[in-house]
């Protein structure tokens, strides 16, 4: 599953307040399931990083994006296995009391076991317990599946970005822009299965 979502690194304001020093980068801390922990990103996973988005993505980040978001200071985080391989990631991006995820990607042989939406739900739960009010994000409008599940997320539809993605035959499609709120329910959501409608790629 990915949700890597939208408007590319180095596009508005960057880091975080605070920082986002909340793990230990050797053995990291309780990940969004059993079986998986969360650490920060960093330049040596680059590879690995890019090898997922570039199987699960038609239209993937480039290697600087994500050079880039790290330089920023953005909250990119990598999810680790029991074995310790790198299995997923998430980049987002503080504009300032709101957080907007850029990405949220789950390599193709974890997908669809509802590591994906335990993901959005602890990154939720992260911002929120750090000051963010909501998260925004934009997704493309043809992905049904992955509006399915931010839809189920709390996230309702507030405008549309023209003419926002790359698309087959030197098209363009449009993005929508959701935004989910934060409260006293933030960070719980609805419980995923096995079956969650998750996908390779969710932008």
Do not use: K, T
């Amino acid at each position: 599953m990915s949700a890597g979502v939208g408007q590319g690194p180095g596009q508005g304001p960057g880091g975080n307040p605070g920082g986002a020093g909340v793990c230990d980068a050797r053995g990291g801390r309780p990940g969004p399931m059993p079986g998986v922990r969360a650490r920060h990103m960093a330049r040596h996973d680059l590879p690995r990083v890019i090898a997922i988005e570039n199987e699960i993505y038609s239209f993937p980040w480039s290697p600087g994006n994500f050079s880039d978001s790290l330089e920023a200071g953005y909250d990119c985080w990598a999810f680790d296995d029991g074995s310790g391989a790198l299995v997923a990631y998430a980049v987002v991006m503080w504009i300032p009391d709101e957080v907007h995820l850029l990405n949220l990607s789950v390599a193709a042989p974890r997908q669809r076991r509802g590591l994906g939406r335990a993901i959005l739900e602890w990154v939720s739960a992260d911002a929120a317990r750090r000051g963010a009010r909501g998260m925004l994000l934009e997704v493309r409008p043809s992905n049904l599946p992955a509006l399915r599940l931010y839809e189920r997320s709390g996230f309702e539809r507030i405008g549309v970005r023209r003419r926002y993605y790359p698309a087959p035959d030197q098209q363009r499609e449009d993005a929508w822009v959701l935004f989910r709120r934060f409260g006293a329910q933030a960070g719980q959501g609805e419980q995923g299965g096995h079956d969650s409608p998750e996908v390779g790629g969710m932008r």
